[in-house]
């Protein structure tokens, strides 16, 4: 079965500063969706960004940037220019046929 | 543009009581899952639907079941509640395929039951 981790239950960073959320996952399957998903405490679930496995380049919206390494099913989000709005629970999903499933989730912080 | 639904977004049941969830959307999206948020676990997959009259379990199914009868709506059953399905319950739908966005999301549903 698909699972995905994400080790880092808690992050911190300075508004303005850059900060990188880690995910891995495991599956047998080649071709398959990632998201980041944001949850900020109103409870309503935003995507982010959103990576085709099969596509090489890293995707990019705006401030958020991921690393994806298929090799070793890693995908990371990168948040640049942090700011005090990007508060909230950062969730890594992965997607192949049907199932999106979901890691655990790491809450951020960011200080003024 | 409602999008995805959930009725009703909170309540308090009694141990043993049983009742019905309802998530509707207006995407005309094949797809449409049901999970629950507990803290530090993320969001589980309970049931869900590739399509209409088709249901099938996802992670954590047990003390629930789903129906499909329209495209539109994805009902989620508790039988006979209990304290352990005290949580925050979300209704998702989605499309796969070509150009394919990712999943649209109620607003959640917390239940309590005591």
């Known amino acids: 079965a698909q699972t995905v981790t994400q080790s880092q239950p808690e992050m911190s960073v300075q508004e303005a500063e850059t900060v990188t959320l880690s995910c891995t996952y495991d599956?047998?399957?080649?071709?398959?969706?990632l998201f980041w998903y944001k949850q900020p405490p109103s409870r309503q679930m935003i995507l982010v960004i959103r990576?085709?496995?099969?596509?090489?380049q890293n995707a990019t919206e705006n401030r958020f940037s991921v690393n994806f390494q298929k090799a070793a099913k890693s995908f990371s989000l990168k948040i640049s220019d942090s700011q005090l709005g990007d508060a909230a629970m950062y969730f890594c999903a992965y997607m192949d046929t049907d199932k999106l499933i979901f890691g655990t989730g790491t809450r951020l912080q960011v200080f003024p | 543009n409602a999008g995805v639904t959930q009725t009703p977004k909170f309540r308090v049941l009694k141990t043993g009581q049983s009742m019905t969830l309802l998530c509707a959307q207006d995407?005309?999206?094949?797809?449409m899952y049901w999970y629950r948020q507990d803290p530090g676990m993320g969001l589980r997959l309970i049931h869900y639907s590739v399509g209409e009259g088709t249901t099938a379990k996802g992670e954590v199914p047990d003390g629930y079941n789903v129906s499909r009868l329209k495209k539109q709506n994805f009902l989620l059953g508790l039988e006979s509640a209990a304290p352990s399905q005290t949580s925050v319950y979300f209704c998702?739908?989605?499309?796969?395929?070509?150009?394919?966005?990712?999943?649209?999301f109620g607003s959640g549903t917390r239940l309590t039951v005591v």
């Open positions: 995407m005309n999206h094949e797809y």
């Open positions: 990576q085709e496995a099969y596509k090489q």
């Open positions: 998702a739908s989605g499309q796969t395929g070509t150009g394919y966005h990712g999943y649209t």
């Open positions: 599956t047998s399957e080649s071709d398959y969706y």
